[in-house]
């Protein structure tokens, strides 16, 4: 999306977009949720705006957390039958979880307030298309753009535990708060 944006909406007037660079930005605002933003710029009240927010099936986002954790600090010894329960480890040693995610990015009462649209990463296209038109022409991206990978991990994880992650559902009994957002955004698993 920041990529799209970047290459055919950057000099749009009255759209403004965060830099997304930890050089020029070491506080990464980029990665601020709705309350992060607020608290961070009392400027800033979301109010009765539209919120998009990216999301993918948890298995799939699971995985790419874990090949991105993994390639950030090879040094920890990452276990991928974490993954089976909704948790991973992140730089400097901490076991996290998926739920705590959504919870951060998807609070319950962001989500109660109506305002929140996502864009599926498995309908990547339709979704940019639909969401975004309204606001942007989406018509000058060429289509072979929606199918670009962008910041890709190289895969680190057995197969069998991707396997165990895309067959099995018991992942989202560790997730419940991932699985009720995914269900509003997909409907039922």
Known sequence: IEKLFKRYFA????LF????DPRTDTARVWHDSVADREARNPAFVLGERTVICSIRRLPSWLASRYNFEYERSPQLPHNPELLLEGRFLERGGLVNHADRYIRKFLPRPLLRGGNVRFLRTEHFERDFVEMFGT???VSVIPREEFARKANASRNHLPAEIVDRLQSSRDVYGKCPEWRSVEELAYGSL
């Not at 000099?11 to 009255?14: A, H, Q, R, T, V």
């Open 135 to 137: 606001y942007v022409d």
């Open 17 to 20: 977009q965060d830099s997304i």
């Open 11 to 14: 000099d749009l007037p009255g």
